[in-house]
């Protein structure tokens, strides 16, 4: 149980064009997903949480405008990668937990190379 | 602020032989830990974690870990390693301060372990 996927698990995509990312959960509901962004050989940096039905929460310095983040639904999240450019490469993690678990259930991450 | 710190960057341990990898935390109020493992360009994968009770925990893959409320320690053990084991290691507390179940996650360590 506690299977979190994410689609697409690579993408490249050209600099100036946005990229959306899926993160589901597919065996449980999850109240709360988070967005990190990992770099190379570094640890996770928490981007936003975002609960269903409501806005996102993002950490400070993260763009808003340029990290988009929809919860609509108890089982998906997506982060849209607006306007990316090279140094937006990275691998994004997201995870997913509910009200009465103390764990967060990763996804496999995606790794996004903008040219 | 929560925080935890992983002192060692990279640990090499021969195969067969047991190996530890620190993590020391720094919370207000009781800690919540946790311990996950990466395998190169995939998501977290759980470990362990200590919430409360008995100050050895034991988890996935052989893994224990043991809460030191004196050191302020929860340092991640395993009595004989394997190659497989070889992986980016974790060690994360809760923030007790939102109400979204944050994690803060410690800077990684890697391990190899040598055949």
């Known amino acids: 149980g506690a299977v979190v996927s994410q689609h697409p698990s690579w993408v490249i995509c050209k600099s100036g064009t946005s990229v959306k990312i899926e993160c589901r959960s597919l065996?449980?509901?999850?109240?709360?997903m988070f967005w990190y962004r990992q770099f190379p050989k570094q640890s996770l940096m928490l981007m936003a949480t975002s609960n269903e039905g409501s806005k996102a929460t993002y950490e400070q310095g993260v763009e808003k405008d340029k990290f988009l983040i929809n919860h609509a639904s108890l089982t998906l999240s997506t982060l849209t990668v607006t306007s990316a450019h090279p140094e937006d490469s990275s691998f994004y993690i997201c995870?997913?937990?509910?009200?009465?678990?103390?764990?967060?259930?990763f996804g496999p991450g995606t790794r996004l190379t903008v040219t | 602020a929560q925080s935890v710190a992983q002192p060692e960057d990279q640990v090499n341990v021969a195969e067969g032989n047991p190996l530890t990898v620190k993590c020391t935390y720094s919370v207000s109020g009781n800690p919540y830990l946790f311990w996950y493992v990466q395998y190169p360009n995939r998501g977290l994968q759980f470990l362990l974690k200590y919430i409360t009770g008995d100050n050895l925990v034991k988890g996935s893959y052989g893994f224990e870990a043991e809460f030191n409320k004196s050191q302020t320690s929860f340092h991640l053990k395993k009595p004989s390693a394997l190659v497989s084991d070889s992986a980016l290691y974790f060690c994360a507390v809760r923030d007790m301060n939102t109400g979204f179940q944050k994690l803060v996650f410690g800077t990684g360590t890697r391990l190899l372990v040598s055949p």
């Open positions: 065996d449980f509901q999850a109240t709360t």
């Open positions: 995870s997913a937990t509910t009200l009465d678990t103390y764990e967060q259930y």
